[in-house]
Structure formats: C-alpha cells, structure tokens
C-alpha cells in the first residue's frame, strides 16, 4: 500500500469514527456517542478480539493493517446504513475484554 492510500483509508477511519458516525448516533438518539466508543467496537470486531492483543502501537489506526482498518471501515458503514447490530457489536467486544454491560435504547 502507498503513503498516499494509507493516508487515504486512515482519513476515511477518522471521518467515520470522529464526525459521521457520532453524528449519526446523535440524531438517531443511540446510547453510543463517543468517536473511541465507535473506534474500540470497530477495530475489536475487524480483530476478531481485543484490538490491543492484534495491533502493536498506538493510535491503533495508524498501527492496524491495511485489512483489518477496511474491515473496520465497512462495519461502521454498515452501521450507518442500518445493516449492522451496534448492540450486538459493542457487547461482543465487552464481552472480549471480559466485560458486562448492557446498552438501552437504539443502537441501530
């Protein structure tokens, strides 16, 4: 991948999880609000765990491979289209870092 590509996909990441997807939470009143609420439930799911068992560094984004931050992307663009459980989503990865929790309201 180019300079340019990654910089590319990590803008998009950043947009999604700092501006659209807090917007949309916002307006369809869900009870996740935070760009790193989005951003942990996003790289968990794309890992398949704990974000920070797969990706070495920090920010993760800038850290995660080229497949796992799309993957990541096309999630939360499918949450924005209504095509993905956010509930379910954020309480998989609660449950990944041994977590309880329970959201109320719609999250999707």
Known sequence: MTEIA???I??????????????????????LRLDHCFQRI??????????YDH???RPAYAN???AV???A???GEALLAGTADLIALNAQSLAWRGKGGKLTGSAH
């Open 64 to 66: 995660a491979p080229a």
């Open 69 to 71: 931050l799309a993957h």
């Open 6 to 8: 990654r910089a590319v």
């Open 73 to 75: 992307i096309a999630t």
């Open 55 to 57: 990706i070495v560094g």
């Open 10 to 31: 990590e803008q998009q990441w950043l947009d999604l999880t700092r501006i659209r997807l807090p917007k949309r939470a916002m307006e369809a009143r869900w009870s």
């Open 42 to 51: 996003l790289l968990d799911d794309a890992c398949g765990g704990c974000w």
